[in-house]
């Protein structure tokens, strides 16, 4: 007899249990198509071509943001949380690094995957090795790139915005107290030649899940490539595995 000593889900004949899957089937069928709907749409999002030049410093010294792509047509920046005073980075985007998987795959599809924090690179290197990271880590450290994309928040430098929102809109939202120094997110850039397009950045919330391949892709102009996407004619589809 099964005691109850721990909270459970409600336990039922196999019949009742069939009829509550196959409910719960068809929502997870309408939020997979949902999801499919939204991600064509993010495809379709037209993109801003940036102006501004960027410097940044890895481990194979200065770089443009253009180097970041290392020669592929897409590339995802996650802006890691760690101000240049700060000793250790934020133990929220350590997690998320840490939960990533093989992220081989977005090589294969043209994109490019680094790290960004604005402390300077000898603190970004020193964390890296102490978690024995191998992705590329570059540090904004003296630009405006974290300013620009809004995951630094001082408005001495760069007028409050996070998430879309300014800050007038913020404390209508949330009270007088807006949010200010490092945040976290993800933003996407897109490359012709020598021309960089910012294509989409998403905060908070918004990136929590994306910690595998597909889920990195679904945020790219270009997808997955897959056959049953819907893009728009001209995109890649079944890429050449390498």
């Not at 899957?21 to 940036?50: F, G, S």
């Not at 003296?142 to 809109?169: C, M, Q, R, W």
């Not at 679904?218 to 595995?241: A, I, L, N, V």
Request: hydrophobic share 35%; proline share 5%; with cysteine.
């Amino acid at each position: 007899m099964i005691q109850n000593t721990i909270a459970h889900p409600n336990i039922v004949k196999k019949d009742e249990w069939l009829t509550a899957r196959r409910i719960l089937l068809e929502h997870e069928k309408e939020l997979t198509r949902q999801r499919d709907r939204v991600n064509a749409e993010r495809r379709r999002l037209p993109m801003v071509k940036l102006e501004k030049e960027y410097t940044f410093e890895g481990s194979n010294g200065s770089a443009k943001l253009i180097d970041l792509f290392d020669g592929r047509t897409q590339l995802i920046i996650y802006h890691f949380m760690f101000a240049p005073d700060w000793e250790k980075g934020c133990m929220g985007c350590t997690g998320y690094v840490n939960a990533l998987g093989d992220l081989s795959m977005l090589n294969q599809r043209d994109t490019t995957f680094v790290l960004v924090s604005r402390a300077p690179l000898p603190k970004l290197a020193a964390y890296k090795k102490l978690k024995g990271w191998t992705l590329p880590w570059y540090s904004s450290f003296g630009s405006d790139f974290n300013y620009d994309f809004h995951v630094t928040l001082d408005e001495t430098i760069a007028p409050i915005e996070y998430n879309y929102l300014d800050k007038a809109e913020l404390e209508r939202r949330n009270g007088p107290n807006v949010m200010q120094g490092e945040s976290h997110g993800l933003s996407v850039f897109f490359r012709f030649n020598s021309d960089v397009f910012h294509t989409y950045s998403t905060y908070a919330r918004g990136v929590e899940s994306l910690t595998d391949t597909y889920s990195l892709l679904d945020m790219t102009p270009y997808g997955r490539q897959e056959d049953f996407e819907d893009s728009p004619p001209g995109w890649p589809q079944k890429p050449t595995y390498g």
